[in-house]
């Protein structure tokens, strides 16, 4: 019989109570390994009331200690890296380099959370008026919640955990039910690193387990991150339920080549971007919108790329890209490679043609060109490995294409010329741009968050919005 997932609270496995299931798969070969609860209300309970429990103790926690726990979790996650992005690989199917490089970019938030004696210090003011002091103390709020996607198993729960725990809150997790199992094994290390029990909770589910902590009166904040629709209902939800809300939406990434870029540079960022993870990154690039005389170079150099696109088992090493998350979802990208055809787009290299492992849910690396920005392949978040090529004359045609978008997560341009950089650094609505850079994702010490559709809340995840997010301010004024 298929192993059922447990919940994990106050360091206990906990084998609830769900009426409904769901499998979990090895994307790569399409075999089940798991069940996951998707409608254990009660577990919320359990998880909630462990974290309330243990908020007291650990708030008190010296923040010497709490930073210490974060130094002896980042050893821990540093020798088990390549075990746990084995565990990424074979619950997502992203190959083994990028599943390792995640949990790297998990690590930083963990060094990033070290920090926090320097990063949760207050201010002080004396002799405002005569005798009188004013202070000012970041105080932990509660109990915190967090709500995960499937596509960084192993990173997305370490963007908020580390800053959240370290700052004096307690945590309830609530990770994807497509990739459930990676985040337990993150949590039996943070316990092995020395972290009190009940401090961070996993409660595995689906919509009713969200929307049972995002109305639970002991959560006081929600940190989010999956697809557009979903955010906004969090970021409504949880804000008419008097919470404090951080809500990371989806994607469409547009890449502008300018006619100086780097071709053969520019074509591998363009790859890792598009391809990389089977698209299934919020910073996914989509569309490239190519800037005059580069055109027909540029869309013959990536479909030649495309062809040479080794797809495979992610634990193969000379795989580059892996399979889509589920059967359903490679249905939806192939479904877009038809509404691209329908809608006139020119099909110059068709991955459903592209050769792949019989098993699994695998689909090969499509490029369209002349696709107008109206045209459902260039508006909507694909999630899958489909690149769109949109011509432009100019760069300012280019910039105005891309933020009539209703999404601003990433946009990248790729130019020799600074002044190009200059003014599309400043003019394009996005909350993290790239130069010559295909993934730019910030690291650990800057916040992490697009703009427009692609965000709802004010603070970011990670950097030093991560601190002010998951703390309250007290101000004491005082007269001796
Ligand atoms: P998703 O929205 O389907 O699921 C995310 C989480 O929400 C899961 O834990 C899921 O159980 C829960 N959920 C799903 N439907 C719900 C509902 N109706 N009500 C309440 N909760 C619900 O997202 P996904 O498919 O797991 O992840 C991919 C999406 O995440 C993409 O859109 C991608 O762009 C986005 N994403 C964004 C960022 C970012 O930084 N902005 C990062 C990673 C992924």
Not at 58 to 64: C, E, H, Q, R, S
Not at 170 to 183: A, D, H, I, M, N
Not at 279 to 292: D, N, Q, T
Not at 318 to 329: D, F, K, N, V
Request: charged content about 20%; hydrophobic content about 45%.
């Amino acid at each position: 019989m298929t192993e059922r997932v447990a919940h994990l609270i106050f360091d206990e496995k906990v084998a609830g109570s769900a009426s409904t299931w769901d499998a979990v798969y090895n994307p790569a070969t399409g075999e089940r390994i798991a069940e996951v609860p998707l409608d254990d209300e009660r577990a919320v309970e359990l998880a909630v009331e462990a974290a309330a429990r243990a908020f007291p103790d650990w708030a008190d926690t010296p923040i010497l200690e709490r930073a210490r726990v974060m130094f002896r979790y980042r050893e821990l996650l540093k020798s088990h890296q390549k075990e746990l992005a084995a565990m990424v690989t074979r619950e997502h199917g992203k190959v083994q380099s990028d599943a390792f490089n995640e949990v790297g970019r998990g690590i930083e938030v963990v060094e990033l959370a070290a920090a926090a004696p320097s990063l949760l210090k207050g201010e002080t003011l004396s002799a405002v008026a005569h005798g009188v002091d004013v202070s000012m103390l970041r105080v932990p709020l509660g109990v915190a919640a967090g709500i995960t996607p499937f596509n960084f198993p192993a990173m997305i729960p370490l963007w908020m955990i580390p800053p959240a725990v370290v700052s004096g809150n307690t945590f309830v997790l609530k990770p994807s039910e497509r990739t459930p199992l990676t985040s337990l094994r993150l949590l039996e290390l943070l316990t092995e690193a020395g972290l009190p029990a009940g401090v961070v909770n996993i409660v595995h589910g689906g919509r009713a387990v969200v929307d049972r902590l995002l109305h639970h009166p002991r959560v006081k904040a929600v940190s989010f991150v999956g697809s557009q629709p979903v955010a906004e209902h969090v970021y409504r939800t949880a804000a008419a339920a008097g919470k404090r809300v951080q809500a990371l939406g989806g994607a469409k990434n547009f890449h502008v080549v300018m006619p100086d870029a780097d071709l053969e540079r520019t074509v591998e960022a363009l790859a890792g971007s598009a391809y990389g993870s089977a698209g299934e990154r919020c910073l996914a690039g989509s569309v490239v919108i190519a800037v005059g005389e580069v055109q027909e170079r540029l869309v013959e150099a990536m479909a030649d790329r495309a062809r040479r696109l080794v797809v495979g088992n992610g634990t193969d090493s000379g795989s580059e890209m892996g399979p889509l998350i589920r059967a359903q979802h490679r249905e939806r990208v192939a479904g877009y490679i038809d509404k691209g055809v329908a809608d006139g787009a020119t099909l110059v290299y068709d991955g459903r043609q592209h050769p792949t492992p019989s098993q699994g849910f695998f689909l090969g690396p499509t490029l369209f060109d002349r696709v107008s920005a109206d045209m459902s392949i260039a508006r909507e978040e694909i999630f899958g490995p489909v690149l769109s090529v949109i011509r432009q004359p100019d760069l300012k045609t280019a910039v105005q294409t891309a933020n009539a978008s209703r999404f601003g997560n990433t946009a990248t341009i790729y130019t020799a010329a600074g002044a190009a950089a200059r003014y599309f650094r400043d003019h394009i609505e996005a909350g993290m741009v790239g130069v010559n850079i295909g993934v730019p994702a910030p690291i650990a010490w800057f916040p992490f968050a697009g703009w427009k559709n692609s965000f709802y809340g004010d603070l970011h995840a990670t950097g030093t919005d991560a601190f002010t997010f998951y703390t309250e301010r007290r101000v004491i004024t005082e007269r001796w």
